[in-house]
Nanobody
Framework: HVQLVESGGDSVQAGGSLRLSCAAS????????MAWFRQAPGKEREGIAA????????NYANSVKGRFTISHDNAGKTLYLQMNVLEPEDTAMYYC?????????????????????WGRGTQVTVS
């Protein structure tokens, strides 16, 4: 079965950087989307960055565009999120997600409903 394990969360000062990782296992298909979501206390889960495993087309939420970069390894089994110029508003639990096999067509890659598998999250705190 599919497992996603996030790591890299920490407490940092505003203006600092962090790199999150998500190790994925058990995925038996090669065409899919991977994404990072975050959820702060009292707020809805927010899709912040997504990437397609073939071609690496990526999407970003406006709140992180220009500061965060999503990437994955060649095998598509490890997802990364490089976060720069962190702000207190970035404080949240960050989750990795993987979608079902993608056959083409439009999807909203930042919509949590498009994702089937989720990790348990890693906490990022910016002060």
């Amino acid at each position: 079965h599919v497992q996603l394990v996030e790591s890299g969360g920490d407490s940092v000062q505003a203006g600092g950087s962090l790199r999150l990782s998500c190790a994925a296992s058990g995925i038996t298909y090669s065409s899919y989307h991977m994404a990072w979501f975050r959820q702060a206390p009292g707020k809805e889960r927010e899709g912040i960055a997504a990437i397609y495993t073939i071609g690496s087309h990526s999407n970003y939420a406006n709140s992180v565009k220009g500061r965060f970069t999503i990437s994955h390894d060649n095998a598509g089994k490890t997802l990364y999120l490089q976060m720069n110029v962190l702000e207190p508003e970035d404080t949240a639990m960050y989750y990795c997600a993987v979608g079902s096999v993608y056959y083409g067509g439009y999807i909203d890659a930042l919509d949590p409903d498009e994702y089937k598998y989720w990790g348990r999250g890693t906490q990022v705190t910016v002060s």
